[in-house]
Nanobody, 124 residues
Framework: QVQLVESGGGLVQTGGSLRLSCAAS????????MGWFRQAPGKEREFVAA????????NYADSVKGRFTISRDNARNTVYLQLNRLKPEDSAVYYC?????????????????WGQGTQVTVSS
């Protein structure tokens, strides 16, 4: 089992940047592929980005491609999401998720473990 804690959210202006972190504890972090999802009020939780166990493979939602970057540091048991050129429509609660597979997974049902989320608000 793994526990996930997100941090780094906040209020930022359009065009600004944030870096989200997700710290993992419990079982060996490098066993898990990781993902980031987001959920805005009244909307379903949606895929943002995913990364394989080693970090060699990544995938992004079309809406964030070229603006967001997912990375991981297995020595620090942490996955990151760098958010650049933020837009108001990026405002949401951002969640990290983990699954004990070596795969790129883009659906919520594919993940076993979730953090509590961190709020990102982009003002226009």
């Amino acid at each position: 089992q793994v526990q996930l804690v997100e941090s780094g959210g906040g209020l930022v202006q359009t065009g600004g940047s944030l870096r989200l972190s997700c710290a993992a504890s419990g079982r060996t972090f490098s066993y898990y592929s990781m993902g980031w999802f987001r959920q805005a009020p009244g909307k379903e939780r949606e895929f943002v980005a995913a990364i394989s166990r080693s970090g060699s493979s990544t995938n992004y939602a079309d809406s964030v491609k070229g603006r967001f970057t997912i990375s991981r540091d297995n020595a620090r048991n942490t996955v990151y999401l760098q958010l650049n050129r933020l837009k108001p429509e990026d405002s949401a609660v951002y969640y990290c998720a983990a699954v004990i597979l070596d795969a790129i997974i883009t659906t919520t049902r594919g993940y076993n473990y979730w953090g509590q989320g961190t709020q990102v608000t982009v003002s226009s």
